[in-house]
Nanobody, 125 residues
Framework: EVQLVESGGGLVQAGGSLRLSCAAS????????IGWFRQVPGKEREGVSC????????HYADSVKGRFTISVDNAKNTVYLQMNSLKPEDTAVYYC??????????????????WGPGTQVTVSS
């Protein structure tokens, strides 16, 4: 059974930092890409970043380039999203998702097969 579980969300002031984790199990981790998405109530789920475990390639949405960094710990089957210089507009529920085999850019949500339940990130001004 494929399982993805996010953690690390919380409340932070603008300009602060937060590190999200996505723990994966139930599939061959190094054959997948892991993506981070975020969603505000009433709005479309948007891609934030992705990591292809097969070749280590990464991609970022323009809105987070230079502020967010995605990384992986293969031994722990865990993908991280380090978020720096946070802005109020970063406030959302953040989800991680998995797909075969790679992400070649910021792909839409329907390209991913499995999802975690999400973790709330709130950035105060």
């Amino acid at each position: 059974e494929v399982q993805l579980v996010e953690s690390g969300g919380g409340l932070v002031q603008a300009g602060g930092s937060l590190r999200l984790s996505c723990a994966a199990s139930g599939f061959t981790f190094d054959d997948h890409a892991i993506g981070w998405f975020r969603q505000v109530p009433g709005k479309e789920r948007e891609g934030v970043s992705c990591f292809s475990t097969s070749d280590g390639s990464t991609h970022y949405a323009d809105s987070v380039k230079g502020r967010f960094t995605i990384s992986v710990d293969n031994a722990k089957n865990t993908v991280y999203l380090q978020m720096n210089s946070l802005k109020p507009e970063d406030t959302a529920v953040y989800y991680c998702a998995a797909r075969l085999y790679m992400c070649w850019g910021i792909l839409p949500a329907y390209k991913y097969n499995d999802w975690g339940p999400g973790t709330q990130v709130t950035v105060s001004s």
